[in-house]
């Protein structure tokens, strides 16, 4: 009994993502990727921020630094302007209305994650 709810449950969870149109599931294959740069990227803002306030200026300065250094790894960047790009095209007018609804849920699910 126990085996068929949880093939059930598993059937019912993939179900949404399968009505996705191809650029939203291009966009959270992507996300997903980029979900460990986004964790440190936040971070390092809110590092950045408490040794500012708490005038720690070499340490804002470094903490900047290793920020910048996210952004210029080449994957990362070829990888950010993937995801911008279909952002834009995704927000200009999603084809499924499930795209737009999936794609809130996973950004939640991966704010989340990061804590």
């Known amino acids: 009994m126990k085996r068929s709810a949880v093939a059930v449950a598993l059937a019912l969870w993939s179900l949404p993502s399968a009505g996705l149109s191809p650029e939203a599931r291009e966009f959270m294959a992507v ?10 990227k ?22 900047r630094a290793r920020f910048e250094a996210l952004d210029r790894d080449a994957k990362t960047a070829r990888l950010q302007r993937r995801l911008a790009e279909l952002e834009r095209r995704l ?24 804590e």
Do not use: N, T, W
Request: net charge negative; glycine share 6%; with cysteine.
């Open 42 to 63: 936040r971070k390092l803002r809110r590092e950045i921020v408490m040794a500012e306030v708490e005038r720690r200026d070499g340490e804002a300065r470094e903490l």
């Open 91 to 114: 927000s200009a007018g999603a084809r499924d209305p499930g795209d737009l609804e999936a794609l809130s849920l996973q950004q939640r699910e991966a704010f989340y994650r990061c």
């Open 31 to 40: 996300a997903k990727q980029l979900e460990p740069v986004h964790c440190e």
